[in-house]
């Protein structure tokens, strides 16, 4: 089993006065060589987007991108013709393909919002893009990991392309969870959204993060009353 930690005070930092973004891995002015990625997951934002503001229209290609809303409503335009808000509750992946344009901004005049951009190289490249979101309210359950990403279109949550699984587990103090890795050869990278949790022996607390490889499951025991996010990746590209 190998293990690498990303103390939520050792992430990247920018302040543009409308966006607050902390970046896990390199991103942008943010560039560390040691952290460039973890297999396939390409970048892991945790933003806050100022009342009104937003990220204008901009281009991406052959890349999943994935956002979860913690916090308010995201607005999203594209260039498929799809408009949405999304708010705590969904999830939404644009899988970008041979290349789409989109737009993402607070729609609220009078509240910040807060939401993690997450990216992730895709399995076959130049596909045709596509857009989803789905609300996974209904499917949360406590004290137990829930899945609300696979590669497959029939399973729960939404689907992207790629061997990955994202679930998400609330959690009481003195809980005790395992997680068991789906596809051999893949890493999973924890990000604790609240609260504090042990994961195979080690102490993280809110905003750290812990990426698991070569080994066949994680355990998962809160330390107190907490929220986790777990991404199953491939670990080559």
Avoid: C
């Amino acid at each position: 089993m190998n293990t690498i930690i990303h103390r939520a005070e050792t992430r990247g930092a920018a302040n543009h006065g409308w966006l607050n973004s902390h970046h896990t891995f390199s991103f942008a002015n943010y560039h560390n060589p040691e952290r460039m990625n973890f297999g396939v997951l390409r970048v892991l934002n945790d933003d806050t987007v100022a009342a009104g503001m937003g990220f204008g229209t901009h281009p991406h290609d052959n890349m999943e991108i994935i956002s979860i809303p913690l916090a308010g409503d995201l607005e999203h335009k594209d260039s498929m013709g799809n408009v949405a808000v999304i708010k705590e509750g969904d999830v939404q992946v644009l899988s970008a393909g041979t290349g789409v344009t989109h737009s993402e901004y607070n729609k609220n005049k009078d509240k910040e919002v807060k939401f993690l951009q997450i990216w992730v190289f895709p399995k076959t490249k130049n596909v045709t893009p596509r857009y989803d979101q789905v609300s996974i309210r209904d499917i949360s359950k406590e004290n137990e990991f829930y899945q609300v990403l696979s590669p497959n279109k029939d399973d729960q949550g939404v689907w992207i392309n790629q061997d990955a699984w994202f679930h998400l587990g609330n959690f009481t103090k003195g809980s005790t969870n395992e997680y068991k890795i789906k596809k051999t050869g893949n890493g999973v990278y924890a990000f604790i959204l609240e609260g504090a949790v042990e994961i195979n022996g080690e102490k993280l607390s809110k905003r750290d993060g812990i990426g698991i490889w070569d080994t066949e499951s994680i355990t998962v025991k809160a330390s107190e009353n907490a929220r986790v996010l777990l991404m199953e990746v491939p670990m080559t590209m």
